[in-house]
């Protein structure tokens, strides 16, 4: 691999022009602004590198599935993927921005811009450290495949309709998620899954205008309905909707000697956000099995009647809840969406509408998987530490529609300020990920031969 | 009287011209506009009156109340207060009116402006059929009393601090309201007093900043705790503070029989909001007791997290809720607010934080009572037909600060627009005002010879 890393290390500053052409090209999916543009240009990189790629498409007005493959012919049996993603989050509030967000920008060892990190960095670097591959070994350690989709930061809400159409472009035996890097204390972090989500909208209604509260003697207020409905859902910290927890996997041994071993910055998340203790005073083992596996329903965003400032008498047409239920392997959101319906209609909430927005399941790949193991012992040889190994992240993406093992792992860092102002990549960073994907690939093509 | 009554009719185009002085002055108490210019000028007209009248005031920025006094030769032992207010509601949305608001225009026998009706109509009534006392028989027949303020639009938020400073400006035998009329039916209708108030905003707080909903799993959810606050205020259209109830006066026979003949246009209510029904199917006599005398807990505002389009997975900071208690006699604001504190605290919910906006006890006046005889007697006299007696409004207002009873009784129906574009005054009902009004004082009079 010497080689491999050496032409990654001569080669950086054109890596990083390669990324700073992807960060000048708009591509903002809750805009719907240059994405076809941004598209374009990752498939003639991916041609560059001599991967055949293709746009897939599902439909008018959805965002293509770039996509790519390169044969090994060394180990033409195996096969690895790189989920990434082109589309970026909108770069406002922009007045906060130090430098515009897509005239990329160096300063201080770091390259700002929106997408910079997320996901722009991580795409540039698999096609990079794919390109070292061929030019000093003239293949790569087994088959690559790209899927590069453009609906990430609007929810992946086309995804499963590709996977339907295109499922060989989602097969693989093993997959490197979009995302990864070093903790706060500089320590490489192996990120084993993702929590799936269940993302509902309440609704109750009553009269066609809102009226003034006198009548609120006699005529329903939804405001109050949805309070109730609300409240029949969660008690605590324990969701009331029956069967909820009927499909949740236990933590195996493994996982839960690797959640002891993870540490979470407890004192400095509390800190960040101003706070005095967590629910209930949890700590410790507590707060981390939570973080990796508890199943949570929170309410987004609360909306009814009047808003502004001092007193307003009236009685609310309508009352509205958002709701985000982050879910665990193995629990269904089709199925806990239904479980939702009986319960609101059981306790006679009939007229309390649901919008189902967002339904994703969890993803969670065995720390014994090949791919898992090759991530960790490839940390420990670029960084020359030994990585700490997250069971799951908090937080939620496709990782469920491939069926194959997944770490998450990458060039980013705590402070990459990702879907904020002056989005940055560490220069540094960006080239130790390459090398530390590399160097899984290399690995988890040795441990399996 | 009926030299009073012809003067009324001879003098109505100098009453309306004055009314429209009135409105032509701009008096928004909400903006503080005009507010200063107009009590000089309705000084003025007391003053032409030969009325006394002095500018009460309580202190910088606030609005003063014009008093003005007027002694009965033949009936020095009896005084009668007339109630009402100069200032007027904002005009907005101003490109729904037909004509300007602050030009008064008439058109189908109707005086158009902002505060055409409410109060400037009624304001002037009492001003004009005291003339018509003063032009015919040289003497009004009981003392009369004007109390005129300029921040009833904006929940008299001063008037406590003038009743304590100036107590004397509100004691009278009985008091004139300063709004009623005929109902929809062209009914004259006498309301015998209304609801009191206590407006609350009830805040839950916890981090400094939205955190990623993904942290639900141990930080605090400001959402819920307010959603479980509220939980334990109210059950279906059960107020579960404890003593809550505890000073509710029972109706008397005589308010179930004045209820009972009370017509209350359901139909008519359902159709203008849109509903099939009132809460729980109540109808008739249920609704109409509900009407007078419920106590009721009103959600007038939630507000929390993202309230836009589509999914976002925050968890918020903070959660709001705006609420409005409607109580009846004999239930005191400040009284409620401890014992909602209290239950709060021991609910566990100390961490809710509550804002008192706002606080005003219900008021009710007897049937018995010789003013509400007379504003029936005379409601006879006048239209010719038998009034319809409300034993209190739904409504709030700060009737409780005079001591005496009241009855509100005036020139208005139900189609005046009043805090809406378009607002007026019919004409026929301006006169027909004045002489009910003027009717029931010497009725009054007369009752307690």
């Not at 590198?49 to 044969?71: C, R, T, Y």
Request: aromatic share 8%; proline share 6%.
């Amino acid at each position: 691999m010497k080689e491999v890393f050496d032409y990654i290390d001569s080669n950086k500053d054109r890596a990083l022009e390669a990324l700073k052409t992807l960060v000048r090209q708009p591509s903002v999916s809750a805009k719907g602004e240059g994405l076809r543009e941004c598209a374009e240009l990752v498939r003639r990189m991916l041609e560059d590198l001599g991967a055949s790629p293709k746009l897939l498409e599902a439909g008018e007005g959805i965002n293509p599935v770039v996509v790519g493959e390169i044969k090994s012919k060394s180990n033409p049996k195996r096969t690895i993927l790189f989920y990434n993603h082109y589309d970026v989050q909108p770069p406002e509030p922009l007045e906060l921005w130090e430098s515009p967000p897509f005239e990329p920008t160096v300063k201080d060892g770091k390259l700002f811009g929106r997408g910079a990190a997320d996901d722009k960095a991580e795409l540039v670097g698999r096609l990079k450290l794919t390109e070292a591959f061929l030019e000093t070994c003239k293949d790569v350690p087994c088959n690559f495949k790209f899927l590069f989709e453009g609906e990430e930061e609007i929810g992946s809400i086309h995804l499963k309709d590709y996977r339907k159409k295109y499922p060989n472009a989602f097969s693989a035996d093993s997959v490197i998620w979009e995302f990864g890097g070093i903790d706060a204390k500089e320590r490489p972090e192996v990120t084993l899954g993702v929590k799936g989500i269940l993302y509902v909208e309440l609704t109750a209604k009553n009269a066609n205008r809102d009226a003034h509260s006198s009548l609120a003697a006699f005529v329903e207020n939804p405001a109050w309905r949805l309070v109730w409905a609300l409240n029949s859902l969660k008690k605590g910290e324990k969701i009331l909707i029956p069967g909820w927890y009927d499909d949740v996997r236990p933590f195996s041994k493994n996982e839960i000697e690797l959640i002891k071993k993870w540490p979470y910055p407890e004192r400095e998340v509390k800190k960040e956000l101003g706070i005095k203790q967590f629910i209930g005073g949890m700590k410790g083992l507590e707060v981390k099995k939570a973080y990796v596996g508890k199943p949570t329903c929170t309410i987004c965003g609360l909306d009814s009647g009047y808003k502004g400032p001092g007193s307003k008498t009236v009685l609310p047409k309508e009352a509205r809840a958002k709701i985000d239920f982050r879910l665990v392997p193995d629990q269904d959101p089709n199925d806990l969406e239904k479980k939702l319906r009986a319960h609101l209609r059981k306790k006679g909430f009939s007229d309390i509408s649901i919008t189902y927005s967002e339904g994703e399941r969890a993803a969670r790949t065995s720390p014994d998987a090949p791919i898992a193991r090759a991530a960790m012992k490839a940390a420990s040889i670029v960084y020359e530490r030994k990585p700490v190994v997250l069971v799951s992240s908090a937080g939620t993406g496709p990782m469920y529609l491939f069926d194959s093992p997944c770490v998450a792992i990458g060039g980013g860092y705590s402070e990459n300020r990702a879907h904020a102002p002056n989005e940055n990549t560490r220069i540094d960073l960006f080239v130790k990920g390459m090398k530390w994907v590399a160097e899984t690939v290399n690995t988890f093509t040795e441990l399996q031969k």
